[in-house]
């Protein structure tokens, strides 16, 4: 087994994160590998996702998600969704 010895070997995280660290550094997306566009961690195509996710509605829709996991593990407080 060979063994990667870089600044991210002795971090105490996880191996996926040690893996995006990488990419980040070689310049490549964090998802797929491609070339990224500065100034971003993330290559053309997942750049607009992540803007998607952005927009007003798919805040809403987080919040809507948020929401239905708290309802399913306990009574909501109205200051978890703040």
Request: positive net charge; hydrophobic residues 30%.
């Amino acid at each position: 087994m060979n063994l990667i010895l870089d600044e991210f070997t002795s971090l105490k995280v996880s191996r996926q994160r040690r893996y995006q660290l990488r990419r980040e550094r070689d310049g490549l997306c964090r998802l797929c590998g491609e070339p990224v566009e500065a100034p971003s961690h993330y290559c053309a195509k997942h750049r607009a996702e992540q803007a998607a996710r952005m927009t007003p509605d798919g805040l809403k829709r987080r919040r809507r998600r948020k929401l239905r996991q708290l309802r399913q593990s306990r009574p909501v407080d109205p200051r978890d969704l703040i």
